[in-house]
Structure formats: structure tokens, C-alpha cells
């Protein structure tokens, strides 16, 4: 165990080939289900890969219980203390001046110090995002970190966001935004010019707020493969690869995707329950059920991106199991392994030596 | 037939006890299926009721061919010819200023003159709230129409405003949505006091844009069961019975959820595709998949009100069915049958003396 994190990036040098792990910093004190869905989650991902290296920030005493009681094997973990927790509550300037020996600032901090590559946490996402942007900073061209997140759609997935780190946002905001999702999708899914589209409630240039309206010459003007305004019954298709909106219709948007699911799950399960026959029937169909409840799983997609930071920061769902708090880590090994924040910023800076 | 709508109030008066018929003015130039599933919608409703009477406005000659091909009975109908149609493409100030005798314009003027007592129209939304508001004005009190809408819900059903009809919303018209919204929940569902809540990213008074900050403390102000900031996941639960949000939001949200039901339709089916097996349970589960497709069919919910008229305007989706269409229909009936224009501005008038 240590005591302060600064020593982290030393002791990390000691292992043995350190270059060769992945190192990421876990808030172990976030999400709803607490430390036992953070340690499954943990457990579960290095169950399958053996070059990665988690350090686990919060209570210390609490995890070293945890892994007392389940070891995982040497070389796999560390354990970083913290004494504090930010809160579901804490505003984001609380929980940057008071808060600044709590897990999440640790991890973020361990991101900065070079002692991890990527921080994962499920905790409070203004929070998170108010301290990535204090300790780590914006790529240079990036006024604004965006949260993006993977979505699935008919004939594959989609990208989107942002989906709540900035409320109000400009035109300039949403192109930059649409300039960081191409990036990504790019990396992520190997597409050459992804299909940008801009949130809108028409396809027609005259509709739309003013935001959009001037976001969309912007995008036109651009290198971006933009395909022009898309609705929100387009964001579930192939349509489109980038789905660019402002935080609060995003975060809308996909909160309602979320009520949609829930839904429609209770009235399936309500059908099924509704006679014996019905019982009888489900009985047979559960396993096809369960391979389509697969397929839309929002585990399969939790852990959404802090796009824009020096540094790669993943935000899980604070209700994730194990299963999708192991995917938000996934997806922080994922991006480290393509460096998203330098390819972010190594395209931001040829784009300016271009256009200058 | 009649040649001149004007000469349509005259008419009426001479149908056998008119006052006891609910007269709609129907745009049969509207929607993507066009006049065959506007008069299969048409017949859906009269075979059903027979104290209605449907003015069928639109292209004459056509709409009288189908009626001879199918005949429907004396006195339920009537004929009243345009000229032109309002596109989908046409802007709002071009369908108010260039298509005086269009379907939709028609049907408008005849709400107006009192020749009938709703218009329904699955034609370009814009333009026909803008003719709407135009021709029939708003109710005192109330600044911009809002369309609302009825969506299902785990417990029963929502209602939701602004769908789309104003993109840009002061804290005062989300407060004037709430009230509209308020008084129809009220009338329809027979609700004392509906729970009326904003639409924002998060509870907490610190979260969501400005708008939604300055709209609170009205409605808490109110005398509104106002239950606070609501999340898209809320929207399909009974947690809240009227969610109040500006056009762009709304629109998006709505759109959205119709993306996540096509989502879980193609998954539903291409599981129970993937086997003969699949494909054999899938033949006994077919009718408790109906049962549950029923529950949550979207047609089942078409028709948007205008709220916020001097007269009843109800707004059926462009890619409506012959039964969806008809479900518009009848929410014109039961607008009429409430008074809901009557009750919005008697409600508002009793506001206004008891605060003054």
C-alpha cells in the first residue's frame, strides 16, 4: 500500500516491465452498488488480460478487506488510499476546492502525475468533468471536453455526443465536437470519413435553433464527412456514425432512450405473465429473449468518453453491475491503446497547420 | 359538393339537427400515404360514430371518386374542394402568404368561421401551426401554441409539450406550456391535480440550462402541482403526469423514442428469425408480441394537439395508417367534446381575477 500517490509513478517503475501494462487509476468510491460492483467489475477484467495494471483509490482499509477476502493475484493491483469522496450531491466547485484528497481527484491526478494512463470512476459526471478539465486541461483548439458514449443501432452502432458535460453550447462548441467524434470513430472503429450529422428536429437548412443553424455552414465548410442534419429517429441506424448535439439534448435524448427500454422490457415481461399459456410460451422464449436483450444491453456500451482532456477519462453509468463497470475499464484500455488524446490533439494541430 | 367554403356554415345549419353532430374538418392532402388512408381513416370513424360529421377538403374530384368506389352514407359527409396543397417543403411564411386555398388553409377557415369545431391535418407541422396561429389566434393569455401529445407509460400514460412547435422557449412560455398542459391532462384523464414536472438533465436546482432555471421558481410559485425536474427516463414511468420542455428538446426526445422502438422491433424480429427453432417459438409467441407491440403502438397515441388556440387543431403524424389516422380523429372528437380551447381560456381568465 501508499500513502500518497505522487510516490505511485515511481512505485510503478519498479514493476516489472511497467512499460508494457496499461496502467489505469479506478475510483473504487463511486457508483451506486459501492465497492463490491467496482471490485467485480475489476475482477472481471483482469480475469481476461494480464497487461494491465489498476490502481484501486479510495478506502483503503475497504479494499484491502476486499482483496483479503478475494486475493488477486501480484502484480495486477495497487492499492492508492484516499480519505475522501465527492459526493452525488457535491457541486462540481465544491468538489474541486474541498475535495482534493477524495478518490476521484486522486485517480485524475495519478492521470496527470504520468501515473496512469486513463482514470475510470461512476461517479457524480459534473464532478468528474470539472476536475479532469482543472487537472488535466483541454487538448490545445478544444474549448470544451465533451462526454461521448457508443449507442447501438440497426446495422451496427453509433457514436454521440455530447450528452451533458456543457448545457449551453455555441456553434463552435458543436463543431468541435463533431471534429473530436470523427476523430474517435475513426480510431475506434477503423472508418475512414465517418458520417457526421447535427441533432435537429428537421433536415430542411431553415430549421433548428440558432446554434445548429450556424454549426451547420461551419461543418459544410469543413474536411468532416458532414451528411447534414439528422433526427433523433436517425440516431438508432446506420444513417449516421456521429450523432453532434448540445449537452442537455443529448442528455435528454438518451435518458429517454433509457425510460424507451425500460418500457418496453416491463411490457414484455407483463405479456409473458399475462396467462399460463403465456408462461408457457415465455418459458421457451427466454433464451431468445435474453440473446435480444443482449443486443440493445446498455452494459455492452456503458462507460462514455470525457473527449477533449489531456488524458483519457471514462465516466460508467452510477447504476452499472460488474459486467458494465468491466466495459467502462475496457473501453479506458481501448482508448490508451490507440492514445485518442494525442491523436486529438496530433489532428487538431495538422488541421491548423493546414488552414494556416 | 360545395363550391365555396364560406357557404359551408350556411350548409351545416341545414343538415338534419346539426347541433347534435360533431363537425371536423379533415386536410385530405396531407400525410405520406395520402387520400387513401385519410378516407380509410375517414371510414375508420363513421362506422364507429354517427353523430359526427367530416368535412372532406382537398381535391374534389378525387375525394368524390373514392366515394364512389365506396360509397359512405348520406349526411356524414361533405365535399368542399381546394385547389392547392401545401407541401412539405413549403416554409411557414410561404404556406401562409402563397396557399390561401390550400387543404390545410380550408380546413383552418372553416374552424374560424365556425363551419366546424376541429381541423385535422397530418401535413407539414410547421406551416400548420402557423397558419393555425395565423388564422385562429391563441387564447389571451397564452403567447405561442404549444403541440402536445399523449405517450405510454409503465403505470398509464404521459403527456408531453412543446413537441416541437417552438424551437427557442422563455422561462415563461415553459410556464404557460405547464398550465395548458395542466388544464388538458385535467379534462382528459379526469386527474384533480396532474403532476406537472420541467424536463432537465438532473433534480437538482443547479442542473439544466437557463430557461429551465428560471421557469422553476414560477412553477413552484404556482398553484400547479409542479413535482420539479424530470429525467428522459422519467417520461415513460407514472412518476409525472405532464412533462413540459421546449420545442427542440421535445421534438428530439420524441423522435428519439420512436428510433428505440424501430431499434427493439428489428432486434425482436431478427432473433426470432436467427433458427427454425427461434422460428417455431416465434409462431406460438406471435400473439403475446402483438399483445405487447398494442400496448406500446404508436398509433395507438397519433394526434398532437395545438394547444393553446381559439379553436381545436390536431396535428396526426405524416406516416400515419388508415387506424392511426382515425385515433387523430377521435382525439378531435374529445377536444370538442371537452371544450378544451373554452377550458383553457376560462382557466386562465379565473388565473388572471384571482391574482389581480
Same mark, same amino acid.
Given at each position: 500500500? *501508499?500513502?500518497?500517490?505522487?510516490?505511485?509513478?515511481?512505485?510503478?517503475?519498479?514493476?516489472?516491465?511497467?512499460?508494457?501494462?496499461?496502467?489505469?487509476?479506478?475510483? $473504487?468510491?463511486?457508483? &451506486?452498488? +459501492?465497492?463490491?460492483?467496482?471490485?467485480? +467489475?475489476?475482477?472481471?477484467?483482469?480475469?481476461?488480460?494480464?497487461?494491465?495494471? *489498476?490502481?484501486? $483509490?479510495?478506502?483503503?482499509?475497504?479494499?484491502?478487506?476486499? !482483496? %483479503?477476502?478475494?486475493?488477486?493475484?501480484? +502484480?495486477?493491483?495497487?492499492?492508492?488510499?484516499?480519505?475522501?469522496?465527492?459526493?452525488?450531491?457535491?457541486?462540481?466547485?465544491?468538489? #474541486?476546492?474541498?475535495?482534493?484528497?477524495?478518490?476521484?481527484? *486522486?485517480? #485524475?491526478?495519478?492521470? %496527470? /502525475?504520468?501515473?496512469?494512463?486513463?482514470?475510470?470512476?461512476?461517479?457524480?459526471?459534473?464532478?468528474?468533468?470539472?476536475?479532469?478539465?482543472?487537472?488535466?486541461?483541454?487538448?490545445?483548439? =478544444?474549448?470544451?471536453?465533451? #462526454?461521448? @458514449?457508443?449507442?447501438?443501432?440497426?446495422?451496427?452502432?453509433?457514436?454521440?455526443?455530447? !450528452?451533458?458535460?456543457?448545457?449551453?453550447?455555441?456553434?463552435?462548441?458543436?463543431?468541435?465536437?463533431? @471534429?473530436?467524434?470523427? =476523430?474517435?470513430?475513426?480510431?475506434?472503429?477503423?472508418?475512414?470519413?465517418? %458520417?457526421?450529422?447535427?441533432?435537429?428536429?428537421?433536415?430542411?437548412?431553415?430549421?433548428?435553433?440558432?446554434?445548429?443553424?450556424?454549426?451547420?455552414?461551419?461543418?459544410? &465548410?469543413?474536411? !468532416?464527412?458532414? =451528411?447534414?442534419?439528422?433526427?433523433? @429517429?436517425?440516431?438508432?441506424?446506420?444513417?449516421?456514425?456521429?450523432?453532434?448535439? &448540445?449537452?442537455?439534448?443529448?442528455?435528454?435524448?438518451?435518458? @429517454?432512450?433509457?425510460?424507451?427500454?425500460?418500457?418496453?422490457?416491463?411490457?414484455?415481461?407483463?405479456?409473458?405473465?399475462?396467462?399460463?399459456?403465456?408462461?408457457?410460451?415465455?418459458?421457451?422464449?427466454?433464451?431468445?429473449?435474453?440473446?435480444?436483450?443482449?443486443?440493445?444491453?446498455?452494459?455492452?456500451?456503458?462507460?462514455?468518453?470525457?473527449? +477533449?482532456?489531456?488524458?483519457?477519462?471514462?465516466?460508467?453509468?452510477?447504476?452499472?453491475?460488474?459486467?458494465?463497470?468491466?466495459?467502462?475499464?475496457? =473501453?479506458?484500455?481501448? /482508448?490508451?491503446?490507440?492514445?485518442?488524446?494525442?491523436?486529438?490533439?496530433?489532428?487538431?494541430?495538422?488541421?491548423?497547420?493546414?488552414?494556416?
Amino acid at each position: 500500500m *501508499l500513502n500518497k500517490p505522487s510516490m505511485l509513478a515511481n512505485a510503478m517503475s519498479g514493476l516489472d516491465s511497467p512499460s508494457a501494462k496499461h496502467v489505469v487509476a479506478i475510483d $473504487v468510491m463511486s457508483g &451506486d452498488g +459501492g465497492l463490491p460492483v467496482i471490485m467485480g +467489475g475489476v475482477r472481471r477484467v483482469l480475469a481476461r488480460r494480464q497487461d494491465v495494471h *489498476l490502481l484501486l $483509490v479510495g478506502d483503503a482499509d475497504a479494499i484491502e478487506a476486499s !482483496l %483479503k477476502s478475494d486475493p488477486i493475484a501480484d +502484480g495486477l493491483v495497487t492499492v492508492v488510499p484516499a480519505t475522501e469522496v465527492v459526493t452525488m450531491d457535491d457541486s462540481p466547485a465544491v468538489a #474541486i476546492r474541498n475535495k482534493k484528497q477524495s478518490s476521484m481527484r *486522486l485517480a #485524475i491526478n495519478l492521470v %496527470k /502525475e504520468g501515473g496512469a494512463a486513463a482514470c475510470v470512476s461512476a461517479g457524480n459526471t459534473g464532478a468528474l468533468m470539472a476536475i479532469s478539465k482543472f487537472v488535466l486541461k483541454t487538448v490545445p483548439g =478544444i474549448d470544451r471536453p465533451a #462526454i461521448s @458514449t457508443t449507442l447501438p443501432a440497426i446495422g451496427g452502432h453509433t457514436h454521440m455526443l455530447d !450528452l451533458g458535460a456543457n448545457v449551453d453550447c455555441t456553434a463552435q462548441h458543436l463543431f468541435q465536437f463533431a @471534429t473530436m467524434g470523427s =476523430i474517435l470513430t475513426e480510431a475506434v472503429d477503423g472508418i475512414a470519413s465517418p %458520417k457526421i450529422g447535427l441533432l435537429n428536429i428537421g433536415s430542411e437548412a431553415t430549421k433548428g435553433n440558432e446554434q445548429v443553424k450556424e454549426a451547420a455552414p461551419l461543418l459544410i &465548410d469543413s474536411s !468532416l464527412n458532414y =451528411i447534414g442534419f439528422v433526427e433523433g @429517429t436517425d440516431i438508432y441506424t446506420d444513417k449516421v456514425d456521429v450523432v453532434v448535439c &448540445d449537452g442537455f439534448v443529448g442528455n435528454v435524448s438518451l435518458k @429517454t432512450s433509457e425510460g424507451v427500454a425500460r418500457l418496453v422490457s416491463h411490457s414484455l415481461k407483463q405479456e409473458f405473465k399475462a396467462s399460463v399459456w403465456n408462461n408457457l410460451v415465455g418459458f421457451f422464449a427466454r433464451p431468445i429473449l435474453q440473446s435480444f436483450g443482449d443486443r440493445i444491453d446498455p452494459r455492452r456500451y456503458n462507460g462514455a468518453s470525457l473527449l +477533449g482532456l489531456q488524458g483519457v477519462v471514462i465516466k460508467s453509468h452510477g447504476s452499472a453491475d460488474q459486467l458494465a463497470f468491466a466495459n467502462a475499464i475496457d =473501453i479506458a484500455l481501448l /482508448e490508451i491503446a490507440l492514445g485518442v488524446p494525442d491523436m486529438i490533439r496530433s489532428r487538431l494541430d495538422a488541421k491548423v497547420a493546414c488552414t494556416s
